[in-house]
């Protein structure tokens, strides 16, 4: 699925991770789940595309692949989200917060595929809900 990242607009189109281009709002076709006027959130580029990601006021969301010319490509589903993080890319204070030393240890060592302690990996995902009310980042581990 491809998801739209709802603070950053950072787009997960197949895979690949792009930052948008543009936050534009404008009038980009009609829902064709309901006709009504469809609205653009964020523009992305590929080397050969550009991506508009769109919704209309049911929230219904689209993403519109266009080629370089503006010619449509064709529709996708999108969905909106949090972006997944990986854990060496957190502040250890924040993880600090949440996680014991331990945990932080084996979250680390499982996410470079170093040996780890099991149990402390489950201790530390039975937390990441905990995690991301606190500091609204989805842990990818
Ligand atoms: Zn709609």
């Known amino acids: ?15 690949k991770r792009l930052e948008p281009v543009s936050l534009d709002c404008n009038m980009v076709g009609f829902c064709s789940k309901c006709d009504l006027d ?3 959130l964020a523009y992305h580029s590929t080397e050969s595309n550009w991506l508009v990601c769109a919704h209309c006021r049911n929230e219904h969301l689209i993403l ?9 490509q064709g529709d996708y589903d999108l969905e909106i989200g949090t972006e997944k993080v990986s854990v060496s890319s957190i502040a250890k204070e924040k993880l600090e917060t949440v996680f014991t030393q331990a945990e932080i240890r084996d ?20 937390k990441y809900e905990k995690f991301e009310k606190l500091f609204g980042i989805k842990i990818d581990v």
């Open 1 to 15: 699925m491809n998801q739209l990242d709802e603070t950053s607009h950072n787009l997960i189109f197949e895979g």
């Open 38 to 40: 469809l609205e653009s």
């Open 64 to 72: 519109m692949r266009y080629d370089r010319q503006w010619n449509w």
């Open 107 to 126: 979250m680390l060592a499982y996410e470079q595929s170093a040996p780890y302690t099991r149990q402390n990996l489950y201790r530390a995902r039975a």
